[in-house]
């Protein structure tokens, strides 16, 4: 089936310094999103990619949408300590399963103060 | 707004018990679904709704069991407990049937003994 890479598995950070982690996949999808889990919370959706080549932000976060299609990547500017969490990817794709959404195993994100 | 919430948040059963896990949203959402987190393995589809009466299966069906009788509500049966089961269960609903921008509960962290 279906299958997310993402990496790195986990990051340890200083409090300041930028983020990049990334989504890959064997397959082309033509929706990639991102979410963020809290501890002890559900993912809450940051950022929805609709279209090869798409760049988006919102707030300190910016994700893009490969041009391949086969891939995701989020950064994360000027980190503090409550971006910590589990950063998922997602991917859709509406041809062969417009339901279903297949998720990433996520980066687990520490911000050292 | 309460959202999508999920009852109980956690619960410990004996291994061949059954119960239901609960979730009710309040958006009238027509897609709703059913995931499960185990580390290290993002997150993956049990069950999926796209409005009431309307079931179908997704990646890991296995023990369990899905209705939807109202919009609101879609609980999940499991019918006999075992330990490989135990996980973190999440529901979610998307605003439209295929899309990807799901709002999830906070979860339920089940235990099979």
């Known amino acids: 089936g279906q299958q997310l890479n993402q990496s790195p598995q986990s990051m340890f950070i200083q409090e300041g310094e930028d983020v990049s982690m990334n989504c890959t996949s064997s397959?082309?999808?033509?929706?990639w999103l991102w979410y963020k889990q809290e501890p002890g919370e559900g993912p809450v959706l940051l950022i929805a990619?609709?279209?090869?080549?798409e760049l988006t932000s919102n707030g300190r976060l910016t994700a893009q949408f490969g041009i391949t299609r086969k891939d995701s990547f989020l950064n994360i500017s000027a980190s503090i300590p409550s971006d910590v969490g589990i950063y998922f990817c997602?991917?859709?794709?509406?041809?062969?399963?417009?339901?279903?959404?297949?998720f990433g195993p996520g980066t687990s994100l520490s911000v050292i103060p | 707004n309460a959202g999508v919430t999920q009852t109980p948040k956690f619960q410990v059963l004996k291994t061949g018990q059954s119960m239901t896990l609960q979730c009710a949203q309040d958006?009238?959402?027509?897609?709703m679904s059913w995931y499960r987190q185990d580390p290290g393995m993002g997150l993956r589809l049990i069950h999926y709704s796209v409005g009431a009466g309307i079931t179908d299966q997704g990646e890991v069906p296995n023990g369990y069991n899905v209705s939807r009788s109202t919009t609101e509500d879609f609980p999940l049966r499991l019918l006999s407990a075992a330990p490989s089961q135990t996980s973190v269960y999440f529901c979610?609903?998307?605003?439209?049937?295929?899309?990807?921008?799901?709002?999830f509960g906070q979860g339920t962290r089940l235990t099979v003994v």
């Open positions: 397959s082309i999808f033509n929706t």
């Open positions: 979610a609903s998307s605003p439209l049937i295929g899309s990807a921008e799901a709002f």
């Open positions: 997602a991917g859709q794709d509406l041809k062969t399963s417009y339901d279903k959404v297949i």
């Open positions: 958006m009238n959402h027509e897609y």
């Open positions: 990619l609709y279209k090869a080549g």
